[in-house]
DNA sequence: GTACCCGAGTGAACACTGTTTACCAAGGGT
DNA sequence: ACCCTTGGTAAACAGTGTTCACTCGGGTAC
C-alpha cells in the first residue's frame, strides 16, 4: 500500500520529464534511456511502467491533449455562455495559440500519421473535439438555421458524425440532443478549416515566407 | 569520366531503394543501413553520395515533390486551358488521390516539422505549388472580382504573396504579372482547406470514423 | 610505361537506441 | 519465519548513425 504513492509519483516524474525532453529538444530527443537518464533510473525499469516507447509515447500525447483542454476549458469558462459566436471564436483562437505555444506538442498529436485503424474511439484528442463542440453547442439551442446545403452523399456520414456528437454530448452535459445535420456539416467544415490554417502555420508550409500569421488567421473566422 | 555514369547510378539506386523502402515500411524504415544493405553496399559508402541521412531523406522529399508535380502535370495537360474551373478542380482532386495512393510519401514530405526556418526558398513543393497555380492562374485572363474582402491588415502579406506568385510566373510560362490581390487572397484561402482537408483525411484525424471521405471532399470544393 | 593521385568502397570502431533476460533487495501479508 | 510481489539493476542482443583508417582500381601526368 505505501508503494502506491511512490509509484504513482515516479509515473508522474517520467511524465513530465518526457514533456520537457519533448520541448527542449524535439521528438527525436524523447528517449527511453534519456528519460531514465534524466530521472536517475535505469532504462528497464520503465518498462515496469509502460509496455514500451510508443506506448509511453501514447500516454505522454493524453497528457498533452489533457493540458489542451484545461486551456481551453480556462478559454471559456470566462466568457457568458449564451453569446455563442464569441464562443466558438474564443476556441478557435484559443487553439490557435496553444498550438503556435507548443508546437513540438502539437506535432507529435497531430503529425503523427495516427496508429493504424482502431486509434477512432480512445482517441484522446477526438474525446475533447467532441467534448468541446457539444460545450459550444449546448448554450445555443437549436437555432438550426433550416439545414443549409448538405450534399445527398454524405448525408450518411454526417448524421453519423451527428451521432457521435450527441453521444459526446450526454456523457458530459445535460441530454440535449438536438443538434440537426446542417449544424454537424458546418461544425465539420470549421473544422477542417481551423486545422488545415494551424497546421500550416505551425509546420511553417505556407507557399511563401509569411510575416504575420494572426491576420490571416483571423480572416479566416 | 567513365565513372560518371556509374555514380549518378547508384545514386539513383539508392534514392529509389529509399523510396520503396519508405512506401513498404514507414518512415522508421527508412534507415542507412537497410538502404545500403538492399543494394549490396555497406553504409558508410552511402557518405560518398550523402552528407546524413536527414540529407538523403530531403532529396528523397525532393524527388517525391517531383513525382507528384508529373502527375498534377499530367492531370492538367488533358484539359483545355480555358476552362479554369474545371482545371482548378481536376488539380484538387489530383492532390487529394495522390496523397491518399501515397499516404506515407505525403506524410514524410508534408507531416515532418519542416527544416527550422530556411526551409522556404528552395522548398520542393512550395516551388510546385507557385507553378501549378501559376500555370492555373496564366490561362485565366484577369478576370478579378473586384477584389473581394482582401481584409486591411493582411494586404502586406497578401501583396507578398503575389509577388512571389507573379516571380514564379515570370520564371516559367509567358509574362503576364496581372494578379490582383482578391485572386491571390482566394488562392491561399483554397490551399488552407484544400491541405485541411486532404491532411485529416491521410492521417485520419477527423473527430469520427468516416466512412466514405470522397463525398465530404468533393462537397468542399 | 611508370609513377601518381583520386575516389568509391570496406571493416572496424564508437556512441547511441529499444528491448529482454536474469538477478537482487527490500516490504508487507499470512 | 516464510514467501512472494514489486521496483530496480546489470548485462546482453540487435540495430542505428557516424567516423576513421585503410584498400584497390582506373585515369592522368610525366
Redesign the interface.
Known sequence: MTGDRSRADTDRRIRTVARTLLVEQ??QGLTLRAIARQIGITAPALYRYYASLSDLIQHVCGDICADLADDLGTVLANLPTDDTASRVFAVCRGFRTWAIAH??EF?LV?????AP?A??ANDP??QI??TFTGRILAGAPGQERSDPDA?E??R??IA??RD?LVDALRDADQPEPEIGLGTAYTV??F???????V??E???????????AT??F???L
Open positions: 524535439g521528438a508546437p513540438r506535432g497531430f503529425a503523427t500519421p495516427a485503424g486509434a477512432d484528442f477526438g473535439f467532441l450534399p452523399r454524405l450518411a456520414d453519423l458524425f457521435t465539420l467544415r473544422w477542417v478549416r481551423l486545422y488545415g490554417q497546421a500550416l505551425v509546420f511553417d508550409r505556407f507557399p511563401f515566407p509569411v510575416t504575420d491576420p490571416l483571423e480572416s479566416m
